[in-house]
């Protein structure tokens, strides 16, 4: 089973920072064993995918977040963080946390998939002010 609990969110202005957590509560696998990512979704559009990390260590991010979000895992705490920076009004979307042990694809394969993870979390609201 894994059990993915996003944490982190909130309302910043333009310019601020956030750093969202997904700690991985299920037994069956430990975030070694996995490919991750970040995926968000804004209203009245579709889910993207913002960050992929690999279970060799690959990044992908998407375009629009390139150079201002850092995505990385802490093995120990079975935990994925995303450090957001330098946040623009355009990031406001509900954030999720993805997840999956046997899924077959690089990094930027994966996020560009949306769908083919087997494991996301509720997600986490982001809101960012100009």
């Known amino acids: 089973v894994v059990q993915l609990v996003e944490s982190g969110g909130g309302s910043v202005q333009a310019g601020g920072s956030l750093r969202l957590a997904c700690v991985n509560s299920?037994?069956?696998?430990?975030?070694?064993?996995?490919?991750m990512g970040w995926f968000r979704q804004a209203p009245g559009k579709k889910r993207e995918g913002v960050a992929v990390?690999?279970?060799?260590?690959?990044?992908a991010y998407a375009d629009s977040v390139k150079g201002r979000f850092t995505i990385s895992k802490d093995n120990a705490k079975n935990t994925l963080y995303l450090q957001m920076d330098s946040l623009k009004p355009e990031d406001t979307a509900m954030y999720y946390c993805?997840?999956?042990?046997?899924?077959?694809?690089?990094?930027?394969?994966?996020?560009?998939?949306?769908?083919?993870?087997?494991?996301w979390g509720r997600g986490t609201q982001v809101t960012v002010s100009s």
């Open positions: 990390l690999s279970r060799d260590g690959d990044t």
């Open positions: 993805a997840a999956d042990p046997y899924l077959s694809l690089t990094a930027i394969q994966a996020l560009g998939s949306r769908g083919d993870f087997g494991y």
């Open positions: 299920g037994v069956s696998y430990s975030t070694n064993t996995m490919i």
